[in-house]
């Protein structure tokens, strides 16, 4: 109750794969001797990042991009707003069971998805992640962005935007330190996460 700085994203920043003391917020908070809340939430998109962070105030070090661009049958924008069936449905996608029969369909899933790409579209569009963005930026708070596994158009958006605001921009890739599958961190690069956004 008592934090400040809060670590807004998606499974880079919740710590998927390694244990909550080393995912980076936890790692952070050590190194400035204050509290972090990690408020990042496996498979979120920065529209979702955006209600979660509804009516809070401090710092935020934002860190979204590597689930925006998946291709889906409706987009963030349109399934955020259904309603009370899109609320049960996002209820049913949250169950524990949901989340572990759709990891075992999910090579079937992208195979499905690959031969009908062109009917699908991204949860979130590159442009309307630069707004969502950009909403954090222009909203009188202190931000750090923060690019972990981001598609090349998102990145994009960060760079822009850090430059345009003057804010920090961290990119994982760049600090030499790997990821346990191609995107998430491993403990060492949480760690080194952590180091670096503690100088900002």
Do not use: M
């Amino acid at each position: 109750p008592d934090a400040t700085i809060f670590a807004l994203g998606d499974s880079c920043t919740f710590g998927w794969g390694v244990e909550d003391g080393e995912a980076w917020p936890a790692q952070l908070s050590a190194i400035l001797r204050q509290p972090v809340q990690n408020l990042g939430v496996p498979g979120y998109s920065i529209l979702q990042g955006e209600r979660l962070w509804a009516g809070r105030s401090g710092t935020v070090l934002l860190a979204f991009g590597a689930n925006d661009g998946h291709k889906v049958p409706r987009s963030d924008g349109v399934w955020l707003n259904e309603g009370t069936p899109g609320f049960f449905r996002r209820f049913l996608a949250g169950l524990h069971l949901v989340q572990w029969g759709q990891h075992l369909v999910y090579p079937l899933y992208a195979q499905a998805t690959a031969l009908s790409a062109a009917s699908l579209q991204d949860r979130v569009a590159p442009v309307d992640y630069g707004h969502a963005v950009e909403k954090f930026l222009t909203g009188g708070r202190r931000v750090i962005l923060i690019s972990v596994c981001s598609r090349d158009a998102y990145r994009q958006q960060l760079e822009q935007l850090a430059s345009a605001h003057s804010v920090p921009l961290v990119h994982y890739e760049a600090l030499g330190v790997g990821t346990l599958d191609g995107c998430h961190p491993t403990p060492a690069g949480h760690q080194r996460l952590a180091e670096v956004l503690a100088t900002l």
